[in-house]
């Protein structure tokens, strides 16, 4: 059974940092691209950071220079520290997991979610 768990989140103010962890358990995680997304109120969902099996890591353009996304592969773990944190990255964060088999056939993975607040 596949499971990512997400965990680190909580209420912070602005300009404050917290750091999101999601543990993976599974799934051979080294192989796994990994992102962390957010979806706010009334919004849609969107990819925050993304560090792939390999290659670089890319960030959406409202975190670039706040946000750090990294893996630690011998523990199964994705870490996501948020620093300088603002009113509008106040969302619910996902951890999700990805793995192309082939053009046709993906394997997609999700956690529950953790809530992050910014407010004063």
């Known amino acids: 059974q596949v499971q990512l768990v997400e965990s680190g989140g909580g209420l912070v103010q602005p300009g404050g940092s917290l750091r999101l962890s999601c543990a993976a358990s599974?799934?051979?995680?080294?192989?796994?691209?990994m992102g962390w997304y957010r979806q706010a109120p009334g919004k849609q969902r969107e990819l925050v950071a993304s560090?792939?099996?390999?290659?670089?890591?890319s960030y959406a353009d409202s975190v670039k220079g706040r946000f750090a996304i990294s893996r630690d592969n011998a523990k199964n773990t994705v870490l996501l520290q948020l620093n300088n944190m603002k009113p509008e990255d106040t969302a619910v964060y996902y951890c999700?997991?990805?793995?192309?088999?082939?053009?046709?056939?993906?394997?997609?993975?999700w956690g529950q979610g953790i809530q992050v607040t910014v407010s004063s």
């Open positions: 999700n997991a990805q793995l192309v088999i082939s053009k046709d056939s993906l394997k997609n993975y």
């Open positions: 599974g799934i051979t995680f080294s192989i796994f691209d």
């Open positions: 560090i792939p099996r390999y290659g670089r890591t």
